[in-house]
C-alpha cells in the first residue's frame, strides 16, 4: 500500500520558475527520499533527508522535512524544459542498511520553454 | 560503472502463461529489490534480498508471484499464470553495503498481459 500521498498531482510551469511537490507520509520513518522518473522507467535518486534534519540543499534542489506534520517539500528552482520528469518522495523506516522504500503517488512536472 | 540493468524491455504475453524477469544489479550490491508499478501510480515493494538473509517477501501480492537470486547476484522474478492484472512496469533496484538507503534503479521491464 502506498503510504505517501503527493500534491499537487501534476503541476505546469514555465521555464525559470520554481517548483514545489509536497509529500504526506503516515508512519514514523529514518529518512525520506526524492526520486526523479522520467518516461515512466527507471527511478534516479535525488536527495535523502534524515528525520532529524529539517532542510537540505542539492543544486538547485531544496528538501524540507517536518516530522510533525509528516510532511515533506520538494523545491526545484530556476526549473529547466528537461527538470520534466515524475517525482516521487519514498520513506525508509530503517536506518543505515537495506530496507524496502514506501513510495508516494508521485507529482507530474511539465516546464514549457 | 555499469548500472543495474533488466530484461527483457518489454514482454508480451497471453493470460495464463508464465513469465520470468531478469535483474542484473550493480556489481558488488548486495542488496536488490523488486517493485511494481501500475498505470500512472507510484511504486509497489515486492520482495527484497540482502546477502544471505531470508528474502522479504512482505510485498508479493500473490502465491503465483516468486523471485530467486543466484549466488548474490542476478534474480529473476516469476509470474506464473498471468493475468491482466499483472501487466505493469516492474522496477528493480540495488543498494551496496556502504550506502545501504539509496537505492539504484533499472530501467524496468514492461509487461502486458493480454
Known amino acids: 500500500s502506498q503510504q505517501g500521498e503527493e500534491d499537487p498531482q501534476a503541476l505546469s510551469i514555465q521555464e525559470g520558475e520554481n517548483a514545489t511537490m509536497n509529500c504526506s507520509y503516515k508512519?514514523?520513518?529514518?529518512?525520506l527520499q526524492w526520486y526523479r522518473q522520467n518516461s515512466g522507467r527507471g527511478l534516479v535518486h535525488l536527495i535523502l533527508?534524515?528525520?532529524?534534519?529539517r532542510e537540505k540543499h542539492s543544486g538547485r534542489l531544496r528538501v524540507t522535512l517536518d516530522t510533525s506534520k509528516k510532511s515533506s517539500s520538494l523545491l526545484i528552482t530556476a526549473s529547466r524544459a528537461a527538470d520534466t520528469a515524475s517525482y516521487f518522495c519514498?520513506?525508509?523506516?530503517?536506518?543505515?542498511?537495506?530496507?524496502?522504500?514506501?513510495f508516494g503517488t508521485g507529482t507530474r512536472l511539465q516546464v514549457t520553454l | 560503472g555499469a548500472g543495474v540493468s533488466q530484461s527483457p524491455s518489454n514482454k508480451v504475453t497471453e493470460k495464463g502463461k508464465d513469465v520470468e524477469l531478469r535483474c542484473d544489479p550493480i556489481?558488488?550490491?548486495?542488496?536488490l529489490y523488486w517493485y511494481r508499478q501500475s498505470l500512472g501510480q507510484g511504486l509497489e515493494f515486492l520482495i527484497y534480498?540482502?546477502?544471505?538473509?531470508?528474502?522479504?517477501k512482505s510485498g508479493l501480492p500473490s502465491d503465483r508471484f516468486s523471485a530467486e537470486r543466484t549466488g548474490g547476484s542476478v534474480s529473476t522474478l516469476t509470474i506464473q499464470r498471468t493475468q491482466q492484472e499483472d501487466s505493469a512496469v516492474y522496477l528493480c533496484?540495488?543498494?551496496?553495503?556502504?550506502?545501504?538507503?539509496?537505492?539504484?534503479f533499472g530501467p524496468g521491464t514492461r509487461l502486458l498481459v493480454l
Open positions: 533496484a540495488s543498494s551496496s553495503n556502504r550506502d545501504g538507503e539509496t537505492q539504484y
Open positions: 508512519t514514523s520513518i529514518n529518512n
Open positions: 533527508i534524515r528525520s532529524n534534519e
Open positions: 519514498a520513506t525508509d523506516k530503517v536506518s543505515g542498511t537495506a530496507s524496502k522504500l514506501t
Open positions: 556489481s558488488g550490491h548486495t542488496a
Open positions: 534480498f540482502q546477502g544471505n538473509s531470508a528474502p522479504d
